[in-house]
């Protein structure tokens, strides 16, 4: 029975950092969001410049 309870161990060990790593992840992608959100237009503006100056002005 202790054979079990050792292999449970480093199970829960992995499952306890993949917890945190994807924690992390989504702590990364809600700040990422956040930032890009603040200077959407911005974005927008500069990814529509090379449209605008062929002349497509129905943007």
């Not at 199970?11 to 994807?22: K, N, P, T």
Request: charged share 20%; glycine share 4%; hydrophobic share 55%.
């Amino acid at each position: 029975m202790s054979e079990i309870d050792e292999s449970r161990a480093p199970l829960l060990d992995h499952l306890i950092e993949l917890r945190r790593r994807l924690l992390y992840c989504i702590a990364a992608l809600v700040v990422t969001f956040a930032v890009a959100m603040y200077f959407a237009e911005n974005i927008f503006g500069f990814l529509v410049h090379p449209l605008l100056a062929a002349g497509q002005n129905k943007v």
